[in-house]
């Protein structure tokens, strides 16, 4: 999401200049970056974000300095598969065939305006993009945006397409991830990219020990909302805190009332207070949120357990989503090791993986 941030803080900065947005919408084999990576570039050459491991941005500059130039879309294919017949992609080795939307930005694009109200509004945003198409009255590169108050956008005028795609991202939203389809309309065919930007991940820090600060710098540096918050005194200091996004002092028993946990928060208790941690647990255990770390040995969240399984309504599948002691099994020991295995835990658990080496995984890295 880091990248996606610079994208959009330089997307404010746009004047009357027009930029163009490079993105990869296809992939077929192996490829450093999926469908969804983004590009932004300027007339001069600077750019933020990346489509590939720097072996195609030296072609795609020259290719965003065309659709800048000429005010229009193109798809180029970069086949790295074909090593022996193509002088831009030579030995690379990617071993892939990837397909990238240049498209002209000024500060007035719908696209990069609804990206950035979503991620301030923490709600979700679907996008198609037909990337190939049968009809030559629809272009490709064409956008189509819905987003979570069912707003509707297009850049086409055919009701009969537009009615289509607006029915297929409001599903698209619910499945929650991106795919390439084709869909037929009056006999003519079109291949759209589904992409769905989700909002930013919110970590949440229960504590404010010295073992804070690393884990803030890492979220951070990921493009995570960080709310530090505490009952703590040592919380009034917010130059320990930097660069969360909230800071606050809040007293235990009124957690509920005052912090949002939905679907997209994870949480880390790491207090070293033990009835602190036990009330802050009680308290957001039927949260929305899917993770809840507990710094500490097993058999302190064991007794923890215990004696809310005692006290509360609480049922043992409840505790599912506790992940005590909390981090992955990288051997960390001292604080930002630490940190490193919390956070590294955190995106496994986001993007669905589970920790392991990619030398033992079998078949594609990214699937």
Known sequence: MIELDRILKKFELIDTDTYCLAEVVKVEGSSYRLPGAKMLISNSGSFCGNVS??????????????????????????DTSDDKNNSITRNLGCNGIVDILFEPIDSDSILLKQIQIAQKNDSVLAIATIIESDNENI?????????????????????QI????????????????????????????????????????QLILFGSGFDVKPIIILAKNLGWKVIVTSDSYSITMPEEFFPADVIEYIDRDEIEENIKITENTYCILISHNYKYDKKVLSTILKSETDYIGILGPQKRFNMMKTELLAAFDFVESDFDKVYSPVGLDIGAENQDEIALSIVSEILAIIRKKNGLSLKYKKGNIHN
């Open 53 to 78: 491991g720097g072996c195609l941005e030296g072609d795609v500059l020259k290719k965003a300095k065309t659709s800048i130039n000429n005010k229009i879309k193109i798809i180029k294919t970069y």
């Open 139 to 159: 272009s490709v590169g064409s956008r189509f945006i819905l987003n979570s108050s069912e707003q509707f956008f297009s850049e086409i005028e055919d009701n």
């Open 162 to 201: 537009n009615n289509k795609v607006q029915s297929l991202l409001q599903n698209k939203i619910s499945e929650n991830k991106n795919s390439i389809e084709k869909i037929d309309i009056s006999n003519q065919e079109y291949s759209l990219f589904y992409e769905i930007i989700p909002p930013k991940v």
